[in-house]
């Protein structure tokens, strides 16, 4: 079986006709892989398609530019070039030629290139898209590799191309953002009633992952992962729940207040509305989340405190083993004082904190610990001084349904920075590239990602990947 593909292309009018043959197939039926495209014939044919298809658009477009839009003279040529574009089926050469400004008005230059109006960049908006989703979710030689398995690229993508090309669409998406300020609540209390009533209460979760550092090889830097949670009702016997990611390197980001106060934006809130945020308790985080809402309501993580009660607890187990009875006396006092805390009795607590301290001194010369254990005892209690505002009473809002820990932003940090920046190969990373990553890889993983690009190129079709959404 021969087969023959034409591509006809039509004018406007519908008047002229241009047949160009595409390719020429020989298929034969007699075994299964010899039944339709082969994936080689496929990116072939695409590719074939589309250099035909550019160069019929470039040539309208500069037919359209060849003569002066004021009086109609036909423009010279000062030179003739080609420029380069990439695009999801292959890269293309494509004329770029100089032309003179007609004399029938005064400009600014004696002559310009047409097809840098219709090329501002030389990369089709679809591969950049494609690009950075999956270099948002993939590393960037896997996405290299998945998109030369499947598309007509040439081999001339590789990693530092698919790198360069991600870091300038978070560039760009960072030249977006909103300037920083001290604090987002404007307007009067009077006027913040009188706004409708919310969709529902919104609960924030922030806390922070480690990252390798590029530059001090031996050491590691801080990101810090949120997950922000609006629950409303679609009707009043079904919940949802919207959920929005961010993040940032907390020692390279100038405008975290203002990253946070966007994710807010989006989820539709309103100075009325309820909000709740649960953090590990320390100062960049509890700095970040202030003055965001007049509603907000800030809580310390039961997560972060019940895993330093646990900490005490091994260090009682230990002591178990050289005094059975001390030892067991001292884990019903750090019982207690977890009971104290995990109903916001603050006063209780910190009295219990000092009594288990001078009871530990009975172990001084008989636990081969006991500087490491007083150490921490001391580190906890200035944990709780320093975050007592931040405690309420866990057990009441458990009982009435309400958030006490940051369990789903733990799946978040996992989900944003372990996946992606690989702590278990130890990948290493700059401060500015895994920062711009990290935005859009929240983006993606947001589904949000689409609606940039359709904001940027508003007549682009975009297909999120579906696991991403």
């Not at 560039?171 to 300020?181: D, K, P, S």
């Not at 929240?442 to 990947?465: A, C, H, I, S």
Request: with cysteine; proline share 3%.
């Amino acid at each position: 079986m021969r087969v023959k593909l034409q591509l006809i292309m039509c004018s406007d009018d519908g008047q002229e006709e241009t047949i160009t043959d595409v390719i020429t197939l020989q298929k034969d039926s007699q075994r299964i892989e010899h039944l339709g495209l082969t994936l080689r014939e496929a990116k072939q044919l695409l590719t074939t398609i589309q250099k035909r298809l550019l160069q019929h658009q470039v040539e309208a477009f500069l037919d359209a530019c060849s003569t002066c839009l004021d009086c109609g003279t036909p423009l010279k040529a000062k030179g003739y070039q080609s420029r380069s574009f990439r695009t999801l089926f292959g890269t293309f050469k494509l004329p770029s030629p100089r032309l003179f400004h007609c004399r029938c008005r005064r400009r600014k230059t004696t002559a310009f290139r047409p097809l840098s109006s219709l090329l501002p960049e030389s990369v089709a908006p679809e591969l950049l898209f494609m690009e950075t989703q999956w270099s948002s979710l993939v590393s960037y030689g896997l996405t290299v590799e998945a998109l030369t398995d499947f598309l007509p690229l040439d081999v001339t993508l590789d990693v530092k191309t698919v790198r360069h090309d991600t870091l300038k669409i978070a560039e760009r998406c960072e030249a977006e953002l909103g300037e920083e300020q001290g604090s987002f609540i404007e307007g009067c209390p009077r006027d913040w009633e009188a706004l409708p009533i919310p969709d529902g209460p919104i609960t924030v979760g922030i806390d922070g992952g480690y990252v390798r550092d590029w530059e001090a090889k031996k050491h590691n830097f801080e990101v810090i992962v949120g997950k922000s949670t609006l629950a409303c009702k679609r009707n009043e016997d079904e919940d949802h729940s919207s959920s929005k990611r961010f993040g940032f390197v907390q020692t390279l980001d100038t405008k975290s207040k203002r990253r946070l106060y966007e994710v807010l934006q989006s989820q539709g809130m309103q100075l009325n509305q309820q909000i709740t945020f649960l953090s590990d308790g320390s100062d960049t985080v509890r700095d970040l989340q202030l003055s965001m809402s007049p509603e907000a309501e800030h809580l310390l993580d039961w997560f972060h405190l019940s895993m330093k009660l646990t900490v005490l607890d091994q260090y009682g187990k230990g002591l178990v083993h050289c005094d059975t009875v001390l030892g067991e006396e001292i884990r019903e006092k750090i019982e207690r004082l977890k009971w104290s805390l995990w109903h916001g009795n603050l006063y209780k607590a910190l009295y219990k904190i000092d009594d288990i301290e001078s009871f530990i001194y009975n172990f001084e010369e008989t636990y081969p610990k006991f500087k490491q254990l007083l150490k921490a005892v001391e580190e906890f209690r200035t944990y709780i001084v320093n975050n007592g505002h931040l405690i309420l009473n866990y057990g009441e809002r458990y009982r009435h349904g309400e958030a006490i820990a940051t369990g789903f932003v733990e799946s978040t940090v996992h989900q944003v920075v372990s996946k992606r920046f690989c702590k278990k190969q130890q990948m290493q990373w700059t401060k500015r590239g895994a920062h711009l990553l990290l935005q859009t890889r929240v983006k993606t993983l947001n589904g949000e990602l689409g609606e940039v690009f359709k904001r940027w190129y508003p007549d682009m079709q975009v297909e999120e990947l579906a696991e991403a959404a």
